[in-house]
């Protein structure tokens, strides 16, 4: 299967968006680790800006640098949303609300308890009637959500914005899903020639592909969204290969890009 790529987004530590990311992986500008300022959605409406949660925030973050890089009209984009955990800040406080006496659970936290909470925010945010896919594959959620996205791209024969994210969870859940770093990714992916080339995926990958720099292979295992990493190396740097990303099961992908 094969699609181009129209745009890319990303928002991680020392990765603040594509522009400021793409000579750190292209291997030109050396890694500086350092944190996320806070960020409020500019495509969501102050009511709803208020009651997203960090992981809506950060979903908001990496798919609104694709849709700015790329000029494209959010509201005809498809999308689909993949995440491993959602919003596990949200998880515990549900979680402890039920363990006390009276179990009195606030009516935003029950609003965003759900998987699917970015992409609704996002469809209501952007004025989107286009369709939106949720999905979540534990590490693998960047891949599962490559495939679906590539697929949904060229059965509609339209773009299709693909959005990973994931963001660290509060103690004591951590401690089950540690996560070194919130972070996530973007793809604005289509069935026309891209400006940022075109990528072919086939279920028949070995071995992942790690990250030539150590500081940013740190990245890429402690997110399942940063997964992405060597193959936005390669978009990065307009450099023609392959990678093989992380899947279910045991079965990889490989992902090949043509700039």
Known sequence: MSVAIKAVGLAAPGLAGWADAAPILAGTRRYVPAPESA????????NERRRATAAVKLAFRAAEDAVTGSGADARELASVFASSD??????????AALAQRPRLIS???FH?????AASGYWSIGVGSMAPTTTLSAHDAS?????IEAVALARERAADVLLVAYDVVAPPPLAAK????????????????????????????GDR???????ALETLRTGNPALRALPLLSLIAARRAGA???????????AARYTP
């Not at 959602?86 to 979680?95: E, F, Q």
């Not at 990678?243 to 992908?253: F, K, P, Q, S």
């Open 86 to 95: 959602a919003d596990m800040s949200v998880l515990h406080r549900i979680c």
């Open 243 to 253: 990678v093989t990303l992380r899947g279910t099961g045991g079965l990889h992908v």
């Open 177 to 204: 899903r540690p996560l070194a770093i919130s972070a996530g990714v973007a793809l604005i992916l289509g069935p026309m020639a891209g400006t940022h080339g075109s990528l072919e995926i086939d279920l028949d």
């Open 107 to 109: 009516p935003t936290d």
């Open 208 to 214: 992942e592909t790690a990250c030539d720099d150590p």
């Open 39 to 46: 960020y409020a959605p500019t495509l969501l409406p102050p």
């Open 112 to 116: 965003n308890s759900v998987h699917n």
């Open 142 to 146: 960047f891949v599962a959500g490559l």
